[in-house]
């Protein structure tokens, strides 16, 4: 290092001539160069010259100049964009020969398309869409009315969804997203995409009647030029075209109706969106035409390629860009071939048709249900985004429904309500400001979420602490009025059933998302499943709470005939279906727990020794943000480790917690009849319960006997209720 | 940023018997070529020489390089420090080379540096791997590590990340672990550098 520097030193021996910053009253400049000379004389190998805050992160930001893993400056090919365009990297029109100049545009347009998508998976836009030359430069394409009216709408789209994402903004996942600078996003004349690309969409539609029109009627078209002079290819070339530029305007409109308030656009989205669909099946169906010799020899596996023709586009340049991503190191981006580009915007298709298609549910239980069902299909950035800002915009639900309103609907109390003073207190605005928050967490990728959700715990458990307090304080206010109740000490009593019922949620989520997210090992299932168990049981009994106050709340307040009155009564004494379905888990997870305690005490197997710590460690680590929040009261590795020490199969065998959740699976089936997601999770649930229970059975007979039975768990039919499987090894 | 990697490849397998194999705590400048050479062989993660001195200039008694027959087949580069409320152990690399995996030399490396860490009063260790990588996650798993979180995307190739974690048990809670008593003390033979000294020297006015 000492010799680098000794170099260094010597270059810059010459004090500049001409100082941009002149000599001051209390400044001058002086030539530093013998002193760093004589240091780096006594620098010896392995020693530094550093300021006093130099940690591990300035270490980690430091770079080695010209090594090009590390070196974001270090030029590539151009040292300039301009230098780029001199050297005839993008050239304008692409070829003078129109046949190629089309087919060259067609390859920038399915290249734009692989970029796109690379960029919302993860990548920066610098380096992906704006790799493209012709996009850097707005006006050198105007000219080319086909590539300039599709760079104009790729501009405008990508500056729609930065700010999507950049307004749902709730942590570092869109850093990278959503970096712009230095990007001309704000072209101008790019908001008059949508009219440049009808006109030249318009054009072609002219060009490709023309040529497939019979001779005799050619003569009447004459006067429109064709898109090129290969007659052969006309048809092809136009209908490739026409489906590229269609999909971008379609996309364009479905993202900007989708933006409409309150979800008033969705309607006019889902058109756009299904035309979307519709023109990325002709996309695809163009390849075969592109491939078909269009471009004569192209060497590059068709299935990694960025185009539907297989050659390499022209103007793009990566590294032109490369520079804007410091201070990171310049990253090696893999382009998505077109393919997987195609896929990925099918399936963006499909998530943004899911929001718009959704029903806008005022209740509180039905938004949560959707986001939950909605995640399950894995929706990229962009997709979530929208769903956070239809979900939570201007601090109403949907931008429309107060959040305290939709509280005191979810905790069951009476319409009147909602516009009760109370919701002044400061602890329902914080309470409102919690919900909006667990909304917009709801909305982020599973590994995010579960690590906000553990966080947001404690401040559920301080709201309950506060209700709490405040319902004690109103009791003793209220107590000398003779009123049969007062209408504060209600509220507060069911909103506090209520947050605690939602706490407790929230602790089942976290619970469930980390096998999603694959972060227990099958030695933890056992304390996980207990944890689980013992979550569930409290959220069935608020749950309960609140459903059996909500419909004395009904019964009283209609008065009805005395014969209904005690029809409902019957009904009440049979527990609620939502409860039974709660029940389900429950007895699913108190199941898997004896289980796999059985296992661990009678075959000794999937224990966990360890040489640095115990069993007991782990259970605090994995449950501290609940252990931290009191989520249950009372419940600690003691307690786990009294209700199952003792499990053994005989004992399983008799109280058999499968047939149990299986029976109850079978029994309220027919209450949900009319909601088929909660249909098919029955399913599953029964099946679950049911192979697990010949499981159980099985290793009661011949468990103790057979040492070579092995049993391991799987999730093939559930996302986080496991399947023993049994087999003789 | 850091990485492990000690997948079970089945590649061409050196012949070698483990007490062959010959453990030394990091001893100057002549091992650090040795471990950037391996380190930039067989993890992605572009890291400056900085980096690398950063680690084994503050802890050098925290890294650990493993030979066989003088040849340099892998190494554990680490750190410790307080981490808000607790003081923490942190591996940062961890690299055994293919023909050598498979066969303990990885478990034994991080041991050593585990081992030291708890003598200093770490309460916990912690370091992330990537989800695919089972081999390492086997390892720290063998180890009681618990998988804490799921970093999205960490890695700059886009790979979500494990984030691993280990806690030792409070003392007095558990007074008797087996691997303390049975510690090996003849293994230890680095030298100790008083924490929070800095050994670069420091010539900024």
Not at chain 1, 416 to 422: A, F, G, Q, S, W
Not at chain 1, 698 to 705: D, E, H, N, P, S
């Given at each position: ?264 656009g969705f309607e006019l989205a889902r058109k756009h969106i299904a035309s ?373 199969f005989s004992t399983l065998a008799m109280y058999n917690y499968f047939k ?70 | ?205």
């Open positions: 290092m000492s010799g680098r520097d000794t170099q260094e030193a010597a270059m810059n021996r010459q004090v500049p001539e001409h100082n941009s910053i002149p000599s001051g009253e209390n400044t001058v400049w002086a030539d530093v160069s013998p002193l760093l000379e004589a240091a780096c004389k006594e620098l010896r190998d392995g020693e530094l010259i550093h300021g006093d805050n130099f940690n591990l992160f300035a270490a980690m930001s430091a770079l080695e100049i010209m090594d090009p893993k590390m070196d974001s400056g270090i030029v590539c090919k151009y040292y300039s964009l301009d230098e780029a365009i001199e050297d005839g990297a993008a050239p304008v029109p692409i070829s003078h020969d129109k046949t190629i100049d089309i087919q060259s545009t067609i390859d920038i347009m399915d290249h734009l398309l692989a970029c796109e998508a690379t960029w919302h998976s993860g990548h920066s836009l610098a380096q992906t869409v704006f790799s493209c030359i012709y996009l850097l430069r707005p006006d050198r394409t105007s000219s080319h009315a086909i590539l300039h009216s599709y760079c104009r709408v790729i501009r405008a789209t990508c500056k729609a969804v930065v700010s999507v994402v950049s307004d749902a903004r709730t942590h570092e996942e869109e850093d990278v997203f959503t970096m712009t600078y230095g990007l001309p996003l704000n072209g101008n004349g790019d908001e008059k995409c949508l009219s440049m690309l009808n006109a030249v969409e318009e054009t072609i539609s002219r060009q490709l009647r023309a040529c497939k029109a019979p001779s005799s009627k050619r003569r009447v078209l004459e006067d429109i030029e064709p898109l090129q002079h290969n007659l052969d290819l006309e048809e092809g070339f136009c209908k490739a075209l026409l489906c590229r530029l269609r999909f971008r305007k379609h996309f364009f409109q479905a993202l900007s109706c989708m933006r409409r308030p309150q979800g008033r979307c669909v519709s023109e990325l099946g002709f996309i695809l169906k163009s390849a075969e035409f592109l491939r078909s010799g269009a471009c004569g020899t192209c060497e590059d596996g068709i299935e990694d390629s960025t185009t539907a023709s297989g050659c390499s586009p022209i103007g793009f340049d990566a590294s032109l860009n490369s520079r804007l991503s410091a201070p990171t190191p310049p990253r090696a981006i893999k382009i998505l071939s077109w393919k997987k580009a195609v896929e990925y915007f099918v399936k963006l298709l499909h998530d943004l048709d899911a929001i718009c298609s959704y029903p806008l549910d005022p209740s509180l239980e039905g938004v949560l249900r959707f986001v939950v069902q909605f995640q399950k299909s894995k929706p990229d950035l962009v997709a979530r985004a929208h769903l956070q800002l239809l979900l939570v915009q201007d601090g109403k639900l949907y931008g429309r429904d107060p959040i305290f309103a939709v509280i005191t609907k979810a905790a069951g109390l009476p319409e009147l309500t909602k516009n009760h003073d109370i919701q002044k207190n400061e602890y329902i605005v914080q309470l409102v400001q919690l919900v909006i928050n667990m909304l917009k967490i709801l909305c982020t990728n599973a590994a995010w979420q579960r690590r906000k959700l553990g966080k947001i715990l404690q401040d559920w458990r301080v709201i309950c602490v506060q209700l709490e307090i405040a319902l004690r304080n109103e009791i003793g206010e209220v107590s000398s009025i003779l009123d049969d109740e007062n209408m504060s000490v209600k509220m507060l009593r069911y909103i506090l059933n209520w947050v605690e019922e939602q706490t407790y949620w929230i602790a089942s989520r976290f619970l469930m998302l980390g096998f999603e997210l694959d972060l227990y090992s099958p030695n933890e299932y056992c304390m996980v499943y207990w944890y689980l168990y013992v979550v569930l049981i409290k959220l069935a009994e608020k749950a309960h709470i609140r459903i059996t106050a909500t419909n004395g709340t009904v019964k009283r307040k209609g008065g009805k005939k005395k014969k209904d009155c005690l029809k409902e009564v019957a009904k009440e004494s049979r527990i609620p279906p939502a409860i039974l379905f709660l029940q389900c888990y429950v007895c699913l997870a108190e199941g898997l727990t004896m289980l796999l305690a059985a296992l661990r005490n009678e075959l000794m197997v999937l224990q966990s020794s360890s040489p640095f710590n115990t069993e007991r460690e782990r259970f605090i680590q994995h449950f501290e943000l609940l252990q931290k929040a009191c989520v249950p009261d009372h419940v600690s590795y003691p307690s786990f480790m009294e209700s199952t020490t003792y499990a053994q149990e959740a299986q029976r109850i699976a079978k029994e309220i089936k027919s209450s949900f009849s009319n909601d088929p997601d909660k249909l098919a999770e029955l399913k599953r649930l029964e099946q679950i319960a049911e192979h697990n229970g010949v499981a159980l059975n099985l290793i009661c007979r011949v468990g103790a006997l057979d040492p070579s039975l092995k049993v391991t768990f799987e999730f093939s039919h559930h996302p986080f209720f496991a399947t023993a499987v049994v087999k003789r090894s | 940023m850091e990485q492990q990697k000690n997948e079970a490849v089945t590649t061409t397998k050196a012949e070698f018997d483990p007490s062959e194999i010959e453990y030394v705590s990091y001893g100057g400048e002549h091992h650090l070529p040795l471990i950037m050479n391996l380190v930039d062989q067989e993890l992605s993660e572009p890291y400056s020489i900085f980096t690398y001195r950063y680690f084994v200039y503050l802890w050098p008694h925290l890294s650990f390089l493993a030979f066989h027959k003088g040849k340099c087949v892998g190494t554990v580069v680490c750190k410790m420090g307080d981490h808000r409320t607790t003081y923490r152990g942190y591996i940062a690399m961890l690299v055994v080379i293919k023909p050598y995996r498979g066969r303990g030399i990885a478990t034994e490396l991080v041991t050593r540096s585990i081992k030291v860490m708890m003598e200093s009063g770490c309460e916990e260790v912690t370091l992330e791997a990537e989800v695919t990588n089972k081999g390492a996650l086997a390892l720290y798993g063998r180890l009681g590590f618990i998988r804490a979180k799921r970093l999205f995307r960490y890695y700059l190739n886009g790979v979500d990340a494990f984030r691993l974690k280990l806690m030792f048990p409070c003392p007095g809670i558990h007074p008797s672990l087996s691997m303390m008593a049975d510690r090996d003390e003849s293994q230890m033979h680095h030298e100790h550098i008083a924490s929070g000294e800095c050994p670069e020297s420091h010539r900024c006015s």
